[in-house]
């Protein structure tokens, strides 16, 4: 199941798409009281289509702030960490270009999210 969400800021110059990975159908009771409780684990994977090199933070609903990594302009990176919240937004700070964060995303452990930088979002960060 896929859900799209477009990023609060700047006109969808940066959009997130939620991946969620969850169990199948019939025994699913019996097998989650069996199964170990997932970890809390988030994959983000980012491609940035803008020509600035990228700073990818990732941020909670109370305002803790864990910086992932550089992405740099016009290829893609990918962040496994560990998240305990149930909120995620993520700031993407564009080198010489400003910085923006994207809408809050309801995440849970084991879930994959997909974030696109858009080329033109240097243009739409106001200075």
């Given at each position: 199941?896929?859900?799209?969400?477009?990023?609060?800021?700047?006109?969808?110059?940066?959009s997130?798409?939620?991946?969620?990975?969850?169990?199948?159908?019939?025994?699913?009771?019996?097998?989650?009281?069996?199964?170990?409780?997932?970890?809390?684990?988030?994959?983000?994977?980012?491609?940035?289509?803008?020509?600035?090199?990228?700073?990818?933070?990732?941020?909670?609903?109370?305002g803790?702030?864990?910086?992932?990594?550089?992405?740099?302009?016009?290829?893609?990176?990918?962040?496994?960490?560990?998240?305990?919240?149930?909120?995620l937004?993520?700031?993407?700070?564009?080198l010489?270009?400003?910085?923006?964060?994207?809408?809050?995303?309801l995440?849970?452990?084991?879930?994959?999210?997909?974030?696109?930088?858009?080329?033109?979002?240097?243009?739409?960060?106001?200075?």
């Amino acid at each position: 199941m896929a859900l799209a969400l477009g990023a609060a800021a700047l006109l969808g110059a940066c959009s997130l798409v939620h991946h969620y990975f969850g169990g199948g159908g019939g025994g699913a009771a019996a097998a989650a009281e069996t199964a170990p409780a997932p970890k809390p684990i988030i994959t983000l994977r980012v491609e940035n289509q803008n020509y600035y090199d990228a700073t990818v933070y990732a941020v909670s609903d109370g305002g803790e702030r864990q910086r992932l990594g550089q992405v740099t302009g016009l290829t893609h990176g990918t962040f496994t960490f560990r998240w305990l919240h149930e909120e995620l937004r993520v700031i993407i700070q564009l080198l010489a270009g400003g910085s923006t964060v994207s809408q809050p995303v309801l995440v849970n452990p084991g879930d994959s999210i997909n974030l696109v930088i858009q080329p033109d979002l240097h243009l739409r960060i106001p200075d």
